[in-house]
């Protein structure tokens, strides 16, 4: 497999509160995550941090070949100790009160990929059939378009479009929506903030995604589109693209 990871600040905000990391085991097993963090300089910037490190300093302490349940476990495991540990740390630094950060995750190995997201960050899959986004917005104007109140169209331009209703670190528990799907040569993952998705629509990131070039061109490609629409928010970006390893190779 192929990654990458970027981030921008954007064209408007003094400092960039999200973050995120991919990582590669020597299994074949790599975990991608982007976090948006919330609650301001400070607060956004620690939670976003936080679970980038959590996720990633026990991602490098796993040596298990995970099957899709223990994959599946392992990420809802991993991420409600991160809540318990965001929203302690909350609690106990004032200037940190009401932090949170949104989450995707994805373990990715040749054969499936294990994806959780809490909030508003996104995860699509671009595969030869076409694109799918994985995950749904824990929004309200999300809750509107789901229930029919709103069209998609609507809900880019609603009033109250980041209004989130689910986040790390706000609440004492929280609620992973976990899900896993085969994959094959030639698809990519994408995992985004907010920052992306609220300035490029399906057929934007289906074109970016089939574009024949190095992934860091592409996620280059994506934050600069972003940025030229206005680039209000911080844009974050991380792109795995399925590939048969020198092992499998060998192994075949």
């Known amino acids: 497999m192929d990654a990458v990871f970027l981030t921008d600040v954007g064209q ?84 940190c009160e009401g932090m949170g950060t949104t989450l995707v995750a994805a373990i990715c190995n040749s054969q499936f990929i294990s994806v959780a997201h809490v909030g508003d960050s996104r995860i699509y899959l671009k595969s030869p059939t076409g694109l799918k986004q994985m995950t749904e917005d824990h929004t309200l104007v999300g809750e509107l378009v789901r229930s029919g109140q709103i069209t998609e169209e609507e809900a880019m331009f609603h009033p109250r479009k980041n209004v989130v209703l689910r986040a790390l670190g706000t609440e004492p528990s929280i609620k992973v929506d976990i899900d896993t799907i085969h994959w094959e040569e030639g698809s990519s993952l994408l995992l985004c903030s907010d920052g992306l998705t609220n300035k490029i629509d399906d057929d934007d990131i289906n074109e970016m995604l089939s574009l024949n070039k190095p992934l860091h061109t592409i996620a280059e490609g994506f934050i600069q589109m972003a940025n030229d629409r206005g680039g209000e928010d911080n844009v974050t970006i991380a792109i795995v693209r399925h590939s048969i390893t020198q092992k499998e190779v060998a192994d075949a």
């Open 12 to 95: 408007l905000r003094p400092h960039n509160e999200d973050d995120g990391a991919f990582q590669q085991d020597n299994l074949g097993q790599l975990i991608a995550l982007v976090a948006d963090g919330m609650g301001g300089h400070q607060a956004g910037d620690v939670a976003s941090k936080m679970t980038k490190e959590a996720l990633i300093n026990k991602w490098k302490q796993n040596d298990t070949q995970f099957t899709a349940g223990e994959a599946e476990k392992w990420l809802e495991d991993a991420i409600h100790e991160v809540n318990s540990t965001l929203y302690e740390h909350a609690q106990n630094n004032p200037e």
